[in-house]
């Protein structure tokens, strides 16, 4: 691991943390940084405020200087004009980190801009690294770390796992790991990129790519520093890892808002798609597409081809899933004479349709099983490469879907007819075993399709 | 309201309905009608049986012919071969209406066409209209009355509501009404449209068109019979109701799954689009599209034109949202002057961005009235034809905003960041004030292009 990485390393587990700014005031971000972090179990928190000698049962310092303990990161909260200061005083005491959640620099114009590049090269006279300003930091879970505001507000898992996530939205990753940790999901490394004034999408690329706990990437972004790297980087790293990304910006309103949002300039939406298939890296458009491809990408192995069967006991459904499949890039499988043969001797004659779509009807009210078995005959298919189910929440039909999937070897995704009171349960039920449950069959076919997209990408 | 529609009307209010097939066994389908018609409080239910003499509670008739009373309905689930004799005596009995429940009709070949024309024609020449084969029926609130799946299993409203239902797609049907029920939306009536051996969609079209109860029309479609009157039907409905159509078999596939579906052949995706927009008809290709169209339809006033106001405390998902509203063909309004100085006063300085989308920034974790606020200087200025305001779900947020609703005039869309445990209680409390919730911007942003584009054919 090189330098940039290790210094990453060192920021993602800092053994402490000084909170500059922090604040006693009920409702202050002050507050909300030193009791979040307390509350996560972080080991080793130092206040620091101008006044106060403790704050919530720790001891606090006038200046950073005056802690006596080494200090790997700090977090940074004061006003504007005082930063560049407190980065000196960082630098003297020779940090590794520093988090900025000050805003109001690049974002505000170009004297902004202009403090940003003192900061950034002060701090790196000193070897020290700089995320912001206008960051909400970081979630390390096996740090028993997080700066993000709803981790730091609620409960936040500990618990490691795949998905590395970084973005030019900090609400964007906060609300990401908050929400898709509550479903399940386990993430490595989370970060809000700020404003870039020193470490940038590309540094956080380059480490998720090389970080042996993260397998999948998924990011928001606005525009892009080191356009070339980036792309060099994301085309071998998603040759191993997706990337899933959500560029906004894609339009000229949304560039602007855009620029006031994190002083940055996008490019034209051609020219990016045109980028991020030549990168392998997955495209969507809005926060439900991220986690809907998320869900298919974190559960489902790779499928050989973009062939799909479809099976659900409604038949309307099944035309008009057909309709979205085919118009988002798959192929209706062609099953094969044994699985017509096989599909004709388990389904009634009437009602059903045998073929694929598979329609098994409203049998499947009393006889819940035929979706597990119509499932395993279709997975046994060479023609098939992927399978998605469509059914109603009742339990009977979601266990006999499970059961199933204990022996089936292709990708398969569940789309949920959603009963307000069953939801939750029985999505739950299937994503412990595995099963991503996606509740509309258009936004399955999405996902779908785009696991069928990096595949192809993969085999080169 | 001529013959045709006097007749539909006959059939939605039946003042007695006879189960010919009914049955008592644990799994029927016999045993589902007769059950669910006498849990929902349908008065008069006679069912039929060949050796039963009494069923759950009821008598029981050997033959129509048997039945002491005048019978206005029959729903038919006996055998296929069958179909034609019973219908032949319920011609006799001189009912008003039947449902064929029975499938493997048309939709199985031409000999299934043929004897549905045979059905058609012995009930026609005696008065009485079919709906079916193939069809799982019709729900009417207001008749105590449901024959569709979901409402005979577990408990359906009987409070009508302003939205007719009609489709190709029996399941369709079963789930909407049974989903949006539970959501709070109110039906007029429901129908499977099944095979359309004699009602047809076109028929349901004309009727939901004329129906005072309905001012909202939803479909999902297959093939449409008679097309020309269908949609010189449509283009004049349109101007007074908005239609919400799901077409299935847009692509070659699709239409395929549709021939074995219902028996019907679909036409060219570009041929069906060019009708939708000639006829205003709302065109969507999905179940959640279609619901979420309905939530925008059923909640807010049209709005005037098509330039959108975003706000949120998400700069990410704002730049991204803005993308979603220029690809969805609608404008981001340009504030005037005023409301700009209304929200510069009002927003602190720094992490905000004044203009629009609008990002009211982090502060609103303290601050959470800055929504409400920001809602109503922005409903208050002409260049902004429509609201979008998307948030996490706290109650204080989601407060601020109902408290501003009742004050704002243009149609007001909320987007929020979904927390499992929260979501369902917000949903709730802002459905409640008739605020229409969509759990992802871009969705938010589909429905709202929807709802401009049918002002904008409305207004001529």
């Known amino acids: 691991m090189d330098r940039n990485l290790s210094q990453l390393e060192d920021i993602f587990h800092p053994r402490s943390i000084s909170i500059i700014g922090a604040s006693t005031r009920e409702g202050s971000f002050g507050r909300m940084f030193l009791q979040g972090l307390i509350r996560m179990g972080f080991p080793k928190v130092y206040p620091v405020h101008p006044r106060d000698k403790e704050m919530l049962g720790l001891p606090a310092y006038q200046n950073i200087k005056d802690i006596p303990y080494d200090v790997d990161l700090a977090v940074l909260m004061t006003s504007p004009r005082d930063t560049l200061n407190i980065v000196k005083d960082c630098a003297e005491k020779g940090m590794k980190g520093i988090i900025i959640f000050t805003a109001g620099f690049g974002e505000k114009g170009a004297d902004g801009k202009e403090i940003e590049q003192e900061i950034a090269s002060t701090a790196r006279q000193q070897g020290i690294r700089v995320i912001g300003p206008n960051s909400l930091g970081i979630y390390c879970p096996s740090s028993k770390l997080t700066t993000l505001a709803q981790g730091l507000m609620h409960d936040i898992t500990d618990e490691s796992g795949v998905v590395g996530a970084f973005s030019h939205s900090g609400s964007f990753v906060d609300y990401l790991t908050y929400i898709l940790t509550r479903k399940g999901i386990r993430f490595s490394k989370a970060v809000s990129c700020g404003n870039e004034c020193d470490l940038s999408a590309v540094d956080f690329l380059e480490y998720f790519g090389q970080d042996k706990e993260t397998k999948i990437l998924i990011s928001y972004l606005e525009g892009i520093k080191q356009g070339k790297k980036f792309f060099d980087l994301a085309r071998e790293i998603s040759k191993e890892k997706p ?9 000229e309103p949304g560039a602007k808002a855009a620029l006031s949002h994190t002083g940055s300039l996008a490019g034209s939406k051609q020219i990016w798609e045109a980028m991020f298939k030549q990168a392998g890296i997955i495209s969507v458009s809005s926060f439900e597409e991220i986690v809907d491809c998320l869900y298919v990408f974190y559960s489902l ?7 799909i069967a479809v099976v659900s ?11 979205n499949c085919i118009e988002a890039g798959l192929e209706m499988a062609k099953l094969s004479n044994l699985t017509i043969e096989e599909l004709t001797k388990l389904l009634p004659p009437v009602g059903t349709s045998i073929g694929n779509p598979a329609d098994i009807s409203v049998a499947t009210l009393v006889a819940p099983d035929l979706y597990g078995e119509t499932l395993k005959i279709l997975d046994r298919d060479e023609n098939v490469d992927m399978l998605l189910a469509i059914t109603d929440p009742g339990r009977a039909c979601t266990q006999s879907i499970a059961d199933a999937a204990k022996t089936i070897n292709k990708p398969l995704a569940v789309t949920l007819f959603a009963l307000p009171e069953l939801e939750s349960a029985e999505y739950e039920f299937l994503a412990q075993q595995n099963i991503p449950v996606l509740p509309d069959a258009k936004r399955a076919v999405f996902a779908l399709s785009k ?10």
Chains 1, 2 share one sequence.
Do not use: C, F, H, S
């Open 243 to 251: 990337i899933i990304i959500w560029k906004g910006g894609m339009t």
């Open 451 to 460: 696991i069928a997209e990096y595949a192809r990408y993969q085999k080169g």
């Open 313 to 323: 006991a409604m038949g309307g459904t099944n035309v008009g899933t057909t309709d």
């Open 301 to 307: 192995p790779l499928p050989r081809g973009k062939r």
